[in-house]
């Protein structure tokens, strides 16, 4: 399947900010079940700094904006050919090792509610079933409703609201595999909504468990399944926070306000 | 009854490195080593070194206590420990290249993937990043013990950013003024190019993209940090800019001082902040402090930060039981200095033998530092050790257990006259381009008479360190 990505986000401050410094994880890296055809970020009055590739094997560029500035538009569009490959991340360059993935952080600590779900897993024949179960788990336990949550919601509080939204869905995911002792990250991404599809949010998150043997397989729980054709990576990290795409801190008093459209389409062949 | 060895006799004569100080020692008027003892304090005072060294916290105005009576090590004596500090600095470091890279030491099983990976110091923001020539930490700090004429033991390594080095050059720099005679009779090699050493070593790292001379900074947390005099002491000698996190920013792919005249790219950032405190995009959202992009500027070579971000996973009291095992992994060499056997209360069978043997125990916290809430078996009551067998029972993995050992003594200035203290030391090895150490270090004494605890947190003092020529 062949994507197109127009993603703009645009930063408002109610008075002028001195600079900004950004942090991007916005080009997703070519593997089996992608390619990257053409991509290109514009990031208003910014002067682009170095880039590399993290060990996580996320593509990784700096921005720095020169003040005084109200408003900064970071647009992102690009072309990305995509194949099923049922979730299995293959073909992906990095050397983090997954046992790191281990790692709580404060938004995967766990809690009675989480323990008892993560039983879910339990009588499990092999690692790929009870990654299976616990996805399944999740998706039965939050029902997806935007706006109940917010970006600082931990993986405890959205299963006791028993609603939330993709990020939601995934930090509880992470959470429960790992009190499993089941490497589990967060990955970033654009989701392609066709038109009959219940897919949710174009800008979306999922995550990702290592299955031994297989590797690192994806588990959507806000969809109900692996991704897929319609899934472009962009990259992973512990959590939401620690995978966001775009990390920023401006100087100044400035209050920001923030603006974003993401649109993905599938390009005529 | 313990005998302890006494660094200045044997066989009830005086070592050769002694030899001189018995007459300097024995033919001191006590009104004279009064007026010397009360001239050295006020040139600390002035100078203004009071801070607590090692981070241990305390009264950050209060002097730490300077013993006149130095501690002697041969040439010979220094050439051994010299070998066996570099070994352990260049091991430690390949461990560092190892498990930020391919971490063969744990696919081959010589350390557990739990003490790595999931160690908290273990940054995940370095893996696959390989800093200018290889090289995690350039300024490893160990500590030694000696029991014996021959026997020296590390406690621990420091592969972050040890401190004290500043007690060094300063009890060298007072000792000199107060003493010259001793410094004519007696064949001692200089410190004083620490710092000299220390500007080679960092110049040596720039990063990739530097051309040309390297810009250095000092970066401190600021002054309210009880080793900021340390930080300012070393700008000075170097010669390069102390800054602080709001001294800098990143533009494009560099990092830049805000100066007078105005920005200054730096090349090379002698840290001397926790790795949270580095960068708030990469660690820490939540702090101001840091330098907003610092990370990624380091990680596409713009800027070289000294420690790496993540040296920390070498240095704690777990994986320390592993540093001879990396020393035989990593350079096929037998360690030349010896761990002090170390129990881990997290594994079933050393839990039961330590809590068999508490009385005869050392107990420290795996990330404890600073003689806190550690356990001295033989120096505590029955209650002390029953309560702290509650601690570790309720804890196991959080502690480590080690025999008493019996701290070496060196000749001290007391009220009584001259006795006996327990000592340490921790010397600076420089790690950059090349391997480098000055010869000496801090030595650290129990003031406290039978006390095995030499921090300054628990009344312990400084002694100047002193390496005969051969």
Known sequence: ????????????????????????????????????????????????????????????????????????????????????????????????????????????????????????????????EAAHRLAAAVAD????????????????????????????????????????????????????????GRAHEAAHAWAELWVPGLGWVGFDPANRCCPDARYIRLGSGFDAQDAAPIKGIARGPGQEKLDVTVAVLAAQQ | ????????????????????????????????????????????????????????????????????????????????????????????????????????????????????????????????????????????????????????????????????????????????????????????????????????????????????????????????????????FLADLMGVELVEGQDLFVEGEFVYMRTTEGPRRVDVIYRRIDDAFIDPLCFRPDSMLGVPGLMDVYRSGGVSICSAPGAGVADDKAVYTFVPEMVRFYLGEEPILQNVPTWQCGKADDLKYVLEKLPELVVKEVHGSGGYGMLVGPKSTAEQIESFRVKILKDPGNYIAQPTLALSTTPTFVAEGIAPRHVDLRPYCLVGEQIDLVPGGLTRVALKEGSLVVNSSQGGGVKDTWVLAE
């Open chain 2, 1 to 232: 009854m313990t005998v302890y060895f006494n660094e200045m006799y044997q066989d009830g004569l005086v070592r050769p490195p002694y030899l001189r100080l018995e007459d300097w020692m024995k033919t001191m008027p006590s009104e004279f080593r009064q007026m010397k003892q009360a001239e050295a304090e006020a040139l600390f005072r002035r100078i203004g070194i009071t801070f607590a060294v090692y981070g241990e916290g305390g009264d950050p105005d209060r002097l730490i206590p300077f013993d006149m009576f130095p501690r002697v090590f041969t040439g010979q004596e220094w050439a051994r420990l010299e070998r066996g500090i570099k070994q352990r600095a260049r091991a430690l470091n390949a461990f560092l290249a190892d498990v930020y890279g391919r971490g063969e030491i744990v696919k081959a099983g010589r350390i557990p993937a739990r003490l790595v990976y999931q160690n908290e110091a273990y940054e995940k923001a370095v893996v696959g990043f390989v800093p200018p020539k290889g090289v995690y930490s350039h300024i490893v700090g160990i500590d030694l013990v000696r029991t014996g004429p021959d026997e020296f033991f590390v406690l621990e390594d420091n592969c972050r950013t040890p401190s004290g080095v500043s007690y060094m050059l300063e009890n060298r720099e007072i000792m000199m003024r107060m003493f010259p005679d001793l410094f004519r009779e007696n064949r001692i090699q200089p410190v004083d190019s620490y710092s000299d050493r220390l500007r080679r070593t960092l110049a040596s790292v720039a990063p990739m993209k530097c051309k040309g001379d390297p810009c250095i900074v000092i970066l401190t947390p600021g002054h309210f940090n009880s080793a900021y005099y340390e930080h300012s």
């Open chain 1, 141 to 196: 336990a939050i029902a997806y409703r935007p706006g109940t949550t917010a970006a600082h919601t931990t993986a405890a509080e959205a299963l006791a609201l028993g609603e939330g939204v993709c990020q939601d869905h995934a930090h509880v995911l992470i959470a429960i595999a790992r009190h499993r002792e089941i490497p589990a990250r967060y990955v970033a991404g654009y989701l392609f909504a066709d038109a009959e």
């Open chain 1, 1 to 128: 399947m062949r994507l197109t990505v127009d993603h703009v986000t645009r930063y408002t401050y109610d008075q002028p900010v001195r600079g900004v410094v950004q942090s991007h994880r916005l080009t997703p890296s070519s593997f089996e079940g992608q390619t990257v055809l053409d991509w290109r970020i514009d990031v208003s009055d910014g002067l682009a700094g170095g880039q590399f590739r993290c060990g996580a094997g996320d593509r990784i560029q700096s921005w720095s904006v020169q003040g005084p500035v109200t408003e900064i538009t970071v647009r992102v569009r690009g072309t990305v050919e995509t194949t099923d490959t049922a979730g299995v991340l293959k073909g992906h360059r990095e050397t983090v090792k997954p046992a790191l993935y281990l790692r709580d952080t404060p938004a995967t600590q766990m809690d009675g509610a989480l323990e008892t779900l993560s039983a879910a897993a339990e009588g499990s024949a092999n690692p790929l």
